[in-house]
């Protein structure tokens, strides 16, 4: 039985007037804001309970002209790139009560210029409208003292979101005497918290949108918040019966249902919502594509739960809410949405599903080379075929300009293989660009890859059409982009072909699936001669690995295994990968290998307790007990490295495997048991222990994966002796060899352009193996 709550009171004279004033004041507020909607929607609310009140009609129509000029001017600029119209443009769908479509602009804006300050306000303050308080959080960090009251409110939104209700009185109280501070300020909201609905607080307007929102909505979220959704039900109940549309109370209703697990009872609240004619569910899908590329997965699988019966058409949805779901180790979630996309190969058709998401779903490298052909397709770039640079082929002797293209010229996995290698690279051959795109601030993974090139470009502010001159003006040769399909590539900008010879390397580990990528850098184990087809880019084999490394590493001391949470004996089998590469049938691997190996561990790198609790359910529903499951937390990367002394076998995932994890896991000694498939991201892992010597650890399918496994696992002397050899011949392993790497990488451009000066079209070509640089270039077949 819910607990009885007062979820309303009857209003008398005094108490009405004032909601009157609150919310007359909440309207006038919200237009300062530039929240017409929210105006109107009050306003509406004010005459139908005081029709003769002149006052409030003026007051709508105050409101609908301010949300019709949004409309207009959204009608005459959509899809302007002017930063003042783009501006507008946010500010526009604001008005219209479109917060995930002003945040899109916004966040463009602030991406395209990092001044703007304003823009990173806006972002964040539309962040925590829709609930993203971890990304509001972090900006909200980054801007220091200000004296603008959007900020201050700002701050005390996320401090109330997070329960301090008198840090965020305190914060509101702080910014009184700000310019438009009761505009900005929601102090009824904090009053509302603590249980106080008074004067103050009703004539204080400020984010919540009328006296029912405070009395009725917060306790209803309150109670989701808390687990309480019995309690949560019954007020949405009440609230629905006096307010029938209500689409807050309907939409919490739901919630609640969900998070009851009453499927039923859900199915029905959500069909009276969507037929509700103020409702915007189109709005939440969009707010899951927002949410996803900001890795708020956890709120992408709550939202998802509330639309994934609307969206059966809709495989972009489907396979974005599933891959959230596979983040936060939700199995089940995962393999509905998966087999929601059946047949894939036909859903991708059509569609711009996201060619990452598409590698989690299957190991068949013709559908990943479809779902990149289709997302090129519908990627953007020049209306017409682009002109092709001008620029000559080099003489032979001259030096070849070769470009890097990322984002992630930071404290990033990318940058942290790459950046010995720039240091190595022979500038006697080579003149080496960077274009960096990333407007995080700067940092010593920056200086030092700034260090490492002749020439460091920060094209944040840069188009494509711009960046695509600028590349030619410093006449670039090769052009590499680092970054494929992944979250904040710039991959378009590449249709307008920058440079004559354009290669995918190390970002992506897959076809880019469109003509004006040239080249594709592999290596004999990643695709063979047999899987050239597979990719639209002709094949470039480095030997020995793909991969870079380096070798100066920081590591600890290794720590024990009591500090670590390791049981004192017993054998430890480890897989420090993201959460997202765990799947229903590695799991279930990984427990035939618990199984199998009687007092062993399994130790996983899981970043929050939700997803440790729900993966050791899982355990146990295994029958193996979820003791044997040990949480590794998120550690810097030097403390992340010596934790590694304590793992006797590293396990592999499929089909999206361990790359850097896995020469994470050499470099420190730890044998690593691949499981390599058919496609180039789930043949990494066997490429780097091929290249460290011991193919021996590579498994071609989980049968083979778990025997090995099991074997390793009773036989931890040969366990041991492999870490020993692995740390014996560390340091004269090609695949720890930075300047050999470089050497490799510096002819695989010497042979695209002497293949570029025959007059040839890209072809496939193997880079043979050297154990000192040679003056002279590659002879390309």
Sequence with gaps: MATSVQWARPLDERTTRHAVEYATGAARYALKRGEASIAVRIARQLVMAQPGDMAHRDLLAEGVAARDAASDFIARHAGSTDPDTMNGLAASHLALGDIIAASQLWLALARSDPSRTDAFVSFAWCMARAGNDEIATQIAARLGDTTHAKVAALRMMLALSAGKDEEALAEAQRAQHLADAFAWLPHGAVFASTGVVNAASLRLGGRLEDLAAVMHLYPIGQAIQDGRNDDAIAGADQVLASIPDDRWAALFKVMALVAKDDKIGAAKAQAALVSSSGVRLDMLDRLIALLSDMSAHRLVVDFGSLVRERIADNAVLQSTIGHSAAHVGDFDLFEEMKAALHPLEDRIAGSSMSPFVVMSLTDDPAVHKLAAIQRADRMGGPSAPPSLPSIRPPAPGERLRIGYFSNDFHNHATMKLIVETLEATDRSRFEVFAYSYDASPDNPDRERARAAVEHFRDIVALSDEEFTELVREDGVHVLVDLKGYTRGSRL???????????????????????????????????????????????????????????????????????????????????????????????????????????????????????????????????????????????????????????????????PVGSHTTASDAIWMGAPLLALAGRSFISRVSGSIVTAAGVPHLVATDLDEYVAKAIALGNDPGTAAAMREDLLRRRDTMPLFDPARFAEHLGRAYEGMVEIWRRGEKPHAFDVPSVDVKPKLSVEVA
Excluded at 493 to 501: D, E, T
Excluded at 536 to 550: H, K, T
Excluded at 573 to 578: C, M, P, V
């Design 492 to 654: 378009a900008a590449l249709k307008h072909r920058p440079a004559p010879i354009q290669v995918n390397w190390l970002g992506y580990p897959g076809t880019y699936g469109f003509a004006e990528t040239d080249y594709i850098i592999a290596d004999p184990f990643i695709i063979p001669p047999s899987a050239e087809s597979d990719h639209s880019e002709a094949v470039v084999r480095l030997p020995d690995c793909y991969q870079p490394n380096n070798r100066m590493r920081e590591v600890v001391e290794t720590p024990t295994r009591e500090m670590v949470g390791l049981p004192e004996t017993g054998f430890v089998f480890a897989s420090f990968n993201q959460v997202y590469k765990i799947n229903a049938p590695v799991f279930g691997a990984w427990m035939d290998i618990l199984k199998g190996v009687p007092g062993s561990v399994l130790w996983l790198l899981i970043k929050d307790d939700a997803t440790a609790d729900r993966l050791k359910a899982r355990t146990e529903a295994h029958g193996v007990d979820p003791s044997r499951i040990v949480a590794a937390p998120t550690l810097s990367n030097e403390m992340h490295l010596a934790r590694y002394g304590l793992v006797d076998l590293a396990l592999d995932t499929f």
